[in-house]
Nanobody, 114 residues
Framework: QVQLVESGGGLVQPGGSLRLSCEASKSIFERYTMAWYRQFPGKARGWVAKINPAESTDYTDSVKGRFTISRNDAEGTMYLQMNNLQPADTAVYYC????????WGQGTQVTVSS
């Protein structure tokens, strides 16, 4: 099974930006809608951005206009550009299919704090 590897998280001040990466595979992108999910402490994971095989995208309301999902099929990598980050965005971020059918990766921690 494809192993998902997330990276790019870190500590950033409010208003800052981060770009997350998800290593997957081109074959997965061609067959599945992919999403970035995030998990707040003590809460279940929820999706924040989705991209389907035709590269149509969707976002949860709280990140619209700030986050951009994209992918590079040749590299088998999906990205999440996050701008104007706020403390409420602090979470562990994961990638997976929609619905989630692959084993979860380790995620990448995003912390927004001054």
């Amino acid at each position: 099974q494809v192993q998902l590897v997330e990276s790019g998280g870190g500590l950033v001040q409010p208003g800052g930006s981060l770009r997350l990466s998800c290593e997957a595979s081109k074959s997965i992108f061609e067959r599945y809608t992919m999403a970035w999910y995030r998990q707040f402490p003590g809460k279940a994971r929820g999706w924040v951005a989705k991209i389907n095989p035709a590269e149509s995208t969707d976002y949860t309301d709280s990140v619209k206009g700030r986050f951009t999902i994209s992918r590079n099929d040749a590299e088998g990598t999906m990205y999440l550009q996050m701008n104007n980050l706020q403390p409420a965005d602090t979470a562990v971020y994961y990638c997976n299919t929609v619905p989630s059918e692959l084993n979860w990766g380790q995620g990448t921690q995003v912390t927004v704090s001054s």
